[in-house]
């Protein structure tokens, strides 16, 4: 049974003639102790879909229109506010792009891992168990730095209490937002292998949000793309890596700068995203598809599987592309 | 190279006074920059790479003087910024603009685009009449891949990577020599990275300016750059040809920074350097050299001598003892 199902999900925002809507039909699964990553660019719809698997969106402006999203078989957009109180932190917890931002600047990181504990785990919301968390994400000197601001540590240490504190009720799911985004890139391989390694010794379920498809090969199970509020290409993430099917999804794979190429011009991808509302006709994508047909501009194609786990929203994604040199499939190098 | 260097920056150093106690005797400084030496030669990229709070940005804002070092020489085509007094520097600026990291916070979000690009030209003096002004802005906006009637509109209006287009405009504008930009890509998609990268590098070889490109990002900075610096805590640790730099790395940093770069490719066979903790804080950098307590490979002599800047190859300059 999957620990997360998300079925058809749609989420607008506004009402009525005004209603733009952000998610369309999204439905997603991830089993127990694996890794599923959203990967997209800003306005694809995927910090969206994160946040409301525990209903944080605010609604209004938000409006869940359709779709179930099932938490260990139990209908998250249809539960009553107790027991959501119960799964927001409990099931699944969160940890955000900008842990500066999300820590509380005037208490003790200590004291607000404590509140975590207190709200789930009142019996062991004690020193020891802070600092037993704080050690887990790797902060050294834990004793003291509990008693620290969140000030007076580095980005890349608070988002290590971030972790810790999303850890403390021991949750099943963590959702992951960008976690990495505004870190150094040194940084940023410390905190994916940081939850590489929480995943094997907690067994938890991770769901990473993130536009950079460098740092999936590190960490993911499986990989969703998304593009203009839909799901464009899922697929096992080596398998998507090493031959990604999406037109879309080869041409993020390509812009990902690479130390062993030659110095020269960026793949990228022309245009950009579409604005929520403004979406095109037919295909999405295809005002910047590479290999674009007059016909995907008239009708929208399905989430198709075309191969055992694989699903791709294309349905010419066998056909030679128009101009190949812009649409090669990474060819692995030497690297340094 | 031999042409006469636009930039040559001589053992510059900015300090900033660190408040400890009110009656504290001794009084404390960050190393933010701690006698560093390079040039950048007339249409050249030179990226300067390292983590957060090693000194870059501060290094970048202070070669224009926009912070003011605390010793050292920087000789702008040959003369001294530093001996300037403020209206000759501000006449000189017209030939050194800076590119800034954060597009949200660097452009005014209640001047329309046409003024904020336009600005510089009035300070300037470039233009002789409205029309001009007019005429200037939109052509500014095409060569940086946005529309003329968008002189318009204001910044809330644009996505990030539009708003790094303006920004780039604006320094544009002047017609300067050298650009330093400050991280002007790390927060922005992989997608429109790419694109403003693709786009510094055609404007480059359109006008011939200079760059001088700070980032923590080691696979964007060698897309861009003829030449990397590699910065530790204020010092310079390694630099050379970019080619060279990221193929063959010859300072345990340089090579931890590489093996830190994300890569697509699920079957790479290279090895994950992962450096433990933070950079040390630069007001009690560790002695020795500075990098010796997260350096992988330290030696006893590592923690007592600080290495020496060596020049180990033509071109090639590296803060290590153990560098061959």
Redesign the interface.
């Known amino acids: 049974m999957p620990l997360l199902e998300i079925n058809n999900l749609q989420i607008d925002f506004g009402r009525g003639l005004n209603a733009l809507r952000a998610v369309d039909g999204v439905s997603l699964a991830l089993e127990p102790g694996k890794t599923l990553c959203v990967v997209g660019e800003s306005g694809s719809g995927k910090s969206v879909t994160a946040l409301s698997i525990a209903r944080l969106l605010a609604t209004p402006p938000a409006v869940y229109a359709g779709g179930e999203i099932l938490l260990e078989n139990r209908d998250v957009l249809r539960m009553p506010a107790a027991e959501l109180r119960q799964i927001r932190g409990g099931l699944v917890s969160y940890v955000f792009q900008e842990a500066g931002a999300s820590l509380n600047p005037v208490f003790r990181i200590g004291n607000q891992i404590r509140e975590a504990l207190q709200l789930h785990r009142p019996e062991a919301a004690t020193n020891a168990e802070i600092i037993r968390l704080l050690k887990l994400v790797g902060i050294p000197a834990p004793e003291s730095r509990m008693r620290c601001y969140p000030h007076e540590l580095s980005g890349g240490m608070q988002q290590r209490v971030m972790i810790a504190m999303a850890l403390a009720p021991q949750p099943k799911l963590l959702v992951a937002d960008e976690p990495t985004t505004a870190l150094d890139v040194t940084i940023q391989a410390q905190i994916i292998e940081l939850l590489v390694r929480l995943r094997q010794q907690l067994g938890m379920a991770i769901l990473l949000i993130t536009h950079n498809l460098g740092i999936v090969g590190d960490i993911a199970d499986e990989v969703a793309v998304m593009y203009a509020g839909q799901i464009v290409e899922t697929a096992p993430a080596r398998a998507l890596l090493l031959r990604p099917l999406h037109p879309y999804t080869r041409a993020l794979i390509n812009s990902v700068p690479r130390l062993d190429s030659t110095a020269g011009r960026l793949a990228t991808i022309a245009g950009a995203v579409p604005r929520l509302g403004a979406f095109p006709s037919g295909c999405r994508f295809h005002p910047r598809c590479p290999i674009a047909r007059p016909e995907c501009s008239q009708s929208p194609p399905a989430l198709v599987e075309v191969e055992p786990g694989r699903r791709v929203r294309c349905p010419f994604w066998n056909q030679p592309a128009a101009n190949p040199s812009t649409l090669d499939p990474l060819i692995p190098g030497p690297t340094t | 190279m031999n042409t006469p260097p636009l930039l040559e920056v001589k053992a510059l150093k900015v300090h900033f006074p660190v408040e400890t106690s009110l009656f504290s005797r001794t009084r404390h400084f960050v190393r933010a920059v701690d006698d560093v030496s390079f040039t950048v030669a007339p249409g050249e990229t030179v990226g300067l790479v390292g983590?957060?709070?090693c000194g870059k940005t501060t290094l970048g804002r202070a070669v224009i003087r926009l912070v003011e070092p605390t010793g050292g020489q920087i000789l702008f085509a040959g003369e001294d910024l530093g001996s300037l007094n403020r209206a000759t520097l501000r006449s000189r600026r017209r030939q050194f603009q800076m590119i800034f990291q954060d597009p949200y916070a660097s452009l005014n979000p209640r001047a329309r685009v046409e003024n904020i690009i336009a600005d510089a030209l009035d300070i300037h003096h470039l233009v002789a009449s409205p029309t001009e002004r007019r005429q200037r802005v939109e052509k500014l906006l095409e060569d940086v891949g946005l529309h003329p009637s968008h002189a318009q509109r204001y910044p809330h209006e644009f996505?990030?990577?539009?708003r790094q287009r303006i920004g780039i405009a604006r320094a544009l504008a002047v017609e300067p020599r050298l650009i330093v930009c400050d991280e002007p890509v790390s927060a922005l998609?992989?997608?429109?990275?790419?694109?403003i990268?693709?786009l510094l590098?055609d404007l480059q070889q359109e006008h011939h300016m200079a760059y001088l490109f700070v980032a923590?990002?080691?696979?964007?900075v060698?897309?861009?750059?003829h030449r990397i610096l590699v910065m530790y805590l204020g010092r310079l640790v390694e630099a050379g040809d970019?080619?060279a730099v990221?193929?063959?790395?010859r300072h345990p940093y340089t090579q931890?920074?590489?093996?830190?770069?994300?890569?697509?490719?699920?079957?790479?066979?290279?090895r994950?350097i992962?450096?433990a903790?933070?950079?040390p804080s630069p007001i009690h950098p560790p002695g020795g050299c500075p990098f010796h307590p997260r350096c992988p490979v330290a030696e006893p002599r590592c923690q007592t001598e600080v290495p020496a800047w060596r020049e180990i190859a033509p071109g090639r300059h590296v803060a290590c003892h153990l560098a061959q």
Do not use: F, T
């Not at chain 2, 998609?189 to 694109?195: I, K, P, T």
């Open positions: 983590e957060s709070g996505s990030g990577g539009q998609d992989v997608s429109v990275q790419a694109q990268v693709n590098r923590h990002d080691l696979a964007v060698r897309h861009i750059s970019a080619r990221c193929q063959s790395p931890a920074l590489i093996s830190a770069v994300p890569i697509v490719d699920p079957d790479s066979k290279r994950r992962i450096l903790g933070d950079v």
